[in-house]
């Protein structure tokens, strides 16, 4: 694929970067003895899944469609872990997962017998604390329905299971506040941990961030596993996927109210959704603080507060430039939508050998049958 054929927009995943992020993923396993099964729900684009498969142990899911393509397309452990359940899911999952964690102790009572002899059971702790820096997204927000909490627990539900799951961190990248966490969860589970073959501590710990203490956390995880002789697991999404990709786009217009607008060829609501929910601005490469041309990156929906972010360039901006909007993987590719009917971005990823690659690419009548296949008669 040459770069003058690639129409904006379009993702570009970029090998070196996901294999140096890998290589961290390794330090940590070699140093700690845990294993990683990466969250699908952060990033599931498998056509690159040949790349990050030999460094990690399996995947986790969120959902039934989640686990069949950690089965399809990842293989190693396959782990499945639902919100919510129903039956058919239980059926139908069962037969493809090496575990299935429940979230809470009715589900584990509804379905265990469909699992037993098939899968490993596990159920999810909310212990009640957390690191999160929204409220959306902490699971020890108040009347969270995200696992068993401490004071409901019924205790000889530990001889039922094999394991447990504590998922509290989102984007933590202090490693004292996770050994924190990790020391309230030893005191106050310890009679359990005993009983237990595996802990999985769920996703959120930021290990690839830079200047990241690895061999801290390694070491804190160790000690842990080797106190309840249990086999530890991580469940890193972003950690994984962080600053590995860009979402680049074109300006197809520039406006100017009070101050300038570059609008370009894609959305926060429908290609970047995150930055959006939570209010975070992106970056875009080609930008320069010290720059004295100041720009609102305006998305093409009809939204009207549908911005990427503000930034200053060192030149003006001009209509048929390209920009790249750095670190578009997490949480992005797996929530595209349709939404007024926009281009959806093709996906590439850059090689280590400079060769691009496509991975993706949709067309007019995706979104049309994304909306229908059947009229009324
Ligand atoms: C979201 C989630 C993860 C992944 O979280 P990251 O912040 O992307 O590492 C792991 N496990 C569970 C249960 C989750 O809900």
Redesign the pocket.
């Known amino acids: 694929m040459q770069k003058d054929q690639m129409k904006t927009p379009y993702f570009m995943i970029n090998e070196d970067k996901l294999i140096e992020n890998l290589e961290k993923a390794k330090q940590l396993k070699e140093m700690s003895g845990i294993k990683l099964v990466l969250?699908l729900?952060?990033f599931s684009t498998w056509g690159v899944f040949d790349i990050i498969s030999p460094y990690l142990d399996g995947t986790?899911s969120?959902g039934p469609f989640e686990v069949k393509l950690g089965y399809e397309t990842f293989g190693g452990e396959t782990h499945a872990?639902s919100v919510g359940y129903s039956e058919d899911d239980v059926r139908e999952v069962a037969n493809i997962c090496d575990k299935m964690i429940f979230n809470s102790q009715s589900q584990l009572a509804a379905y265990r017998h469909i699992v037993e002899e098939k899968a490993s059971i596990g159920l999810?702790l909310n212990p009640g604390v957390g690191y999160a820096g929204q409220d959306l997204a902490n699971?020890a927000r108040q009347f969270s329905r995200?696992g068993v909490q401490e004071n409901q627990i019924d205790q000889s539900v530990f001889d039922t299971i094999d394991g447990v799951?504590f998922?509290i961190?989102?984007?933590n990248k202090d490693v004292d506040a996770f050994i924190h966490l990790l020391e309230s969860i030893s005191e106050r589970y310890s009679e359990h941990l005993n009983k237990l073959d595996w802990v999985?501590l769920?996703?959120?710990?930021?290990f690839t961030w830079p200047e990241y203490d690895i061999q801290k956390l390694a070491l804190a995880l160790k000690a842990f596993s080797e106190k309840y002789r249990v086999q530890l697991y991580l469940?890193?999404?972003?950690?994984?996927i962080t600053q590995t990709t860009d979402l680049v786009v074109t300006v197809v217009d520039i406006v100017e109210n009070g101050m300038k607008t570059a609008i370009v060829d894609s959305a926060t609501e429908a290609h970047r959704l995150d930055t959006l929910i939570y209010n975070e601005p992106a970056t875009i490469f080609e930008a320069s603080d010290s720059g004295e041309y100041r720009y609102i990156i305006g998305s093409c929906s009809c939204l009207a507060g549908d911005q990427f972010c503000v930034t200053n360039f060192d030149k003006p901006l001009e209509i048929g430039q390209q920009l790249r909007i750095q670190d578009s993987a997490?949480?992005t590719m797996v929530k595209l939508n349709w939404f007024n009917g926009l281009r959806m971005p093709s996906v590439y990823c850059e090689r280590s050998n400079g060769q691009i690659q496509k991975l993706n690419e949709f067309t007019y009548e995706d979104f049309k049958r994304s909306l229908s296949q059947w009229k009324v008669t």
């Open positions: 969250a729900k952060c986790t969120s872990y999810r699971p995200l799951m998922h961190n989102c984007e999985s769920g996703g959120g710990v930021f469940e890193p999404g972003e950690a994984i997490g949480y």
